[in-house]
């Protein structure tokens, strides 16, 4: 089932103006948990939106009116959850982390992860930075942790008002690692260095400490192939999010 925060992200990830719209489904994603207590007036007073604003996206995703948006996302919020618990049934990361391709051990790997997850956790929110199809990737991972309470973007260029901190943690997606060096030079104006951050890359240079410029670098091996980089990539963003879920819904120790 599509449920409903996956529409609205499938908006905010391919919108391309910054507008009401944005700034809703923006919102909503930040605030996902807390919208089961709201009203129409309690939304547009949080968001600083528009009642009028907020009725015309909603009229978009096909409702006639708030009640009847409200009514769906607080439902699609709880089938999520049970689809999430039903999914990790069985599951384990330490499955995942065994059939991944790596250059460390299994023990070293999970204890890698654990310590990404902790930052993750730690992190006010999350900001997805790379290429299109991985971008596509990240969607399910993306929809877990918000679904979690735990805000994931997809970087956007025209937002403007964008500004890092501390309190964020960018996750970077490059095979060679030159697009995070690039993002890093280009937006310095926006703190983007106050920020935690991951790079998952092909490239062997940044797992050096002398060349490393992520906080965490999660390489995986292999040429610069892009098919393989990409089945790499599923693998990690699934094993984030099974071990994310275990971890803090869990309460598993690593």
Not at 148 to 169: I, M, R, T, W
Not at 170 to 175: H, K
Request: glycine share 6%; with cysteine.
């Amino acid at each position: 089932m599509d449920v409903l925060l996956a529409r609205i992200l499938k908006f905010l990830n391919g919108v391309l103006t910054y507008d009401d719209d944005f700034l809703l489904c923006t919102f909503l994603v930040g605030h996902y948990q807390e919208i089961e207590d709201w009203s129409l007036a309690d939304l547009s007073k949080e968001s600083g939106i528009p009642e009028s604003s907020i009725l015309s996206f909603i009229a978009k995703l096909g409702f006639g009116d708030y009640p009847a948006f409200h009514e769906r996302l607080v439902r699609h919020q709880i089938t999520r959850v049970d689809q999430i618990r039903a999914r990790m049934i069985g599951i384990s990361s330490e499955d995942f982390v065994k059939d991944m391709e790596k250059d460390c051990t299994d023990a070293e790997m999970l204890q890698y992860i654990s310590r990404i997850c902790e930052s993750i956790d730690a992190a006010g929110r999350v900001i997805l930075v790379g290429a299109l199809y991985p971008m596509s990737l990240a969607v399910e991972f993306q929809t877990d942790l918000i679904t979690f309470g735990k805000p994931v973007y997809q970087y956007h260029a025209f937002d403007k008002s964008l500004h890092f901190s501390e309190n964020d943690l960018i996750l970077f997606i490059s095979a060679t690692g030159r697009a995070m060096r690039g993002f890093l030079a280009a937006n310095q104006d926006i703190h983007v260095n106050d920020a935690k951050t991951v790079l998952i890359t092909q490239n062997p240079t940044y797992s050096q400490p002398q060349h490393q410029v992520a906080d965490f670098v999660l390489r995986v091996p292999g040429r610069y192939d892009g098919i393989n980089f990409n089945y790499q990539i599923m693998k990690i963003f699934d094993l984030l999010r099974v071990h994310y879920y275990q971890q803090y819904y869990l309460g598993k120790s690593y």
